[in-house]
């Protein structure tokens, strides 16, 4: 019962039933950025390439962090102090996540350690597409955000979802859905080689010409659906351009994506979920130490530009209706190699953040002892062993976030033994 | 522009970026083979197309201080796309697009690691232009049809390869397994034929595999570069164990320092001749020459396989036994590809014309439509088909459309003869013929008259035609059915 309950608390607060299309009646725009701006908003946070946790959230108390990671280790001194887990082990945040600490200190920060699946797969693609399929047995086939996406009130908006990133994912893959991909509302305009009337004529002739592929020709039809939404979302997505923040963003794309997502919540265009990545973490090479080199800058990049939105939708009341969800594809192996780097790896870490988000640490961290014996190690005590299902952390985002039926989107019930971080 | 012979412009299209009316009498009165043959043998044409660069009757490139391509990477883009314009070698230039998209090596990597003036070098220098080796895409561009053997051996030292996937740094204290796990995964067979151990051993069968830095008088000097060089002091001399035979058995011996190198060319070899890369090739090359809507028939896959093998992996057999194959000359296959966003700009340039037309122009709208050349976005390439289409990729392609035919207003506007222009339906028929997309229903083009008629009856007049000229080539090269190939 509880379901149903927020599931009808769910379409009243959502982007409802319509469709925007370019025709769609002024009223119904506004209806839609009223709902809008009262919905919940999910802000997926992909960091691309394999983030290295164990640098992240640094276990700066075991010896073995410092001895088989001689070059690489955030020194003991130097890492940010979150405490300790469930297990004992101390914690702290790399030195260049402020950003982070102060959403901690807030209590908005929720931190999962270990997070993963079993027999994870250590190649980017195949490891990538499993975490959007939600299903480790199959990297092809739909997301689970498409499949959120497709169980939305029919038809759907072509902007409940927004891709920031130019790529696309497994994870936004639906049956009925094509989620928007738009890195720049500056570019999202309409040009033409005229002006005025004739202007008008050209794109009501464009219009009429992508309408009319039917379901006879299923490829051309794709190409003009993807012609059609951008004709349906142009307005509402330029009028982000407009977007004052209260906040000044740091200026490189992922911050400036976070930028674009706070002023569409903020101008509340209608969009849920939104999808924002930033990548670099493939750190094979280069990734230095506390003190500086490739890792710290990732660190910066994510740890400011976070807390610059988290700031800006605080600013305006908007905190409580929005929560990231951030993972990335793998652990990195835990000895480094003669790079300053690390190789693939296994289990990963995942973030929560929101104001809806009850903050602190879940899950226990490896021992990195390699003996043989250690059951939170893998692969010869290479990589660290996952302990909490990815599955688990996404089935508490969609049953106690955006207030629908995780079992039906899984495909299977991983509702227990979650962190319970909402 | 369409030649009238759906065969030839089907070969164009897929061999090369479509045809300008110009680039047409090359082949009129050639049989299909003899244009097959002139698109495969390209050595035959001219590799003149740099030369041009900077004439007039020729799109222009943009210069911000002396034109660069060799050590500026924005001019390195501009003579790429300037390449695919007007070369007389198109299969070379597709190839080349081919086998960037297969290796994923991006500038930006490149670049943080050796800086902009040694990346740039890395990924687009031209042997004689700077001192040191060609660059990524030169080496790719130089053996596009090669034997893929000898591309891969040639790529696995490439130091843009050797930098983007840490090759570098790959030694025998600490293997590196950037590489040894991407050269399974991606360059040639694929998941499920290797073990995560074989990937460690592949590690350590490279090391060694690294660079010599040869610096310039000043971080500004194009003289820098970096080139491979084989570290025997660095190489594991020791036995690598595999799950599969390289050379006759499944341990890689113990091997002096001095002869450490024979180790990762014996695995390459193995793996570049193995059956499954050349299935795993057949079917990326299926993608690319015959189809991206229908799955890889399994007949062309072993077919091309069993060619590949026979060829001792000659690229240019494998290319013109698909060329002239049932599968590719099957009208079926006909525009039966989603057009890459190079494919779809060139093309454009191609047939709307580019007189007073930068390429430099097309870069913004090209990352808008998500492919910037020299910088996939990671190892595995683009995502390729349906994933070109996002709605933001879409309006970047639409909005080029507009952008090229707003430049060429006049030149499209006058390219009618006065009869004609007296009809409306000449009018389209004859962009129609320009601009060759893929077939319009019945109800598409009445549209697309429509859209001629509207706001005022048809006279042709000049001002009329100034409006609506580049107002349907708009909206053609911004239809659905041209976004195919």
New interface residues.
Partial sequence: MATKVTRREFIRDGVAAFTLSFAAPAFLVDIARAQGAVSRNLVVIYL??GNDALSTIVPYNDPFYYSRRPAIAVPAAQVLQIGTDGSGKALGLHPRLTGLQTIFNQGKLAIIQRAGYQNSS?????GTDIWGTADPASSAGTGWLGRYLDSLPSPID?LAAW?TS???YRALTGNSI???????PR????????TG??AI??R???I???S??GPE?P??????T??M??FA??DRVGSVVSYQSTVTYPNNGFAQALRTVAGSISKGIGTRVYWVQTGGF?T???QGNAGGGGYANLMSTLGDGILAFYNDLQNQGLLNSTMMIQFSEFGRRIS????Q?T??GAGGLMMAIGGGVRGGIYGSAADLNPRPDNPTLE?AGGDVTYETDFRSVYAKVLDGWLGTNSTAILGGDFRANGPAFI | MQSGNPLLDHLLRRAGFGASAADLQAFSGLSYSAAVDYFVDFEKQPDDVDSKIGLPDYVSVTTRGPFSPSTNIEDARQRWLFRMVHTRRPLQEKMALFWHNHFGVGYSKVAG?VGALVGTKMMANVAGETPGPQGHYELLRQMAVSKFRDLLIAVAQDPAMLVF??GR???K??????FG?EVM??FTWG?GHYT?ND?YAA?RVFTGWNLRNVPGANGNDPAAYQEFIYNAAQHDTTAKTLTFSVAGSNTIPVRTAAAGIQDGIDLITTLANHPETARRLARKLWNFFVSD?DAPDPAFVEAVADVYVRADTDMRAVLRYILTSRWFTNPGNFNAR?AWPAEFVVRTIKEMGWTGFSVDSARVPL??M?QTLFEP????GW?LG??W????????R??FA??L??NQ?FNLARSFSATERAQADRVLNGMLQRLAA?PF?A??TT??L??LN??GAWTGSDAQMN?KA??L???IA????Y??V
């Fill in positions: 691309a390439g250590r190649s980017h693609f195949q072509p891709n130019g790529a696309t094509s989620v928007p991909s738009i890195t720049d570019n999202y305009s309409f040009a033409s080689p005229n009337a004739e004529n050209e009501n002739a464009a009429r010409l992508a009319l592929a020709r490829n051309l039809a794709f190409v003009n993807s012609a939404e951008a979302t142009l493939d094979h090479s280069g480094e190699n003669g790079s780097g190789d693939h692969n | 690691a996937l840490d740094t790959n030694t204290a600490k293997p590196q397994e950037n796990r995964e991606l998941l995560e990937v590690a809507l989603y990352t808008n998500g976005p990671n190892v595995a995502q349906r994933a289409f996002g709605t933001g990729a879409m309006l970047a639409m909005n507009a952008t035919a707003s207003k893929a229903a109800n598409e549209e697309l429509a859209y509207a706001g409006a580049p107002g080539a708009r909206l911004g239809s659905g059915e976004q195919f």
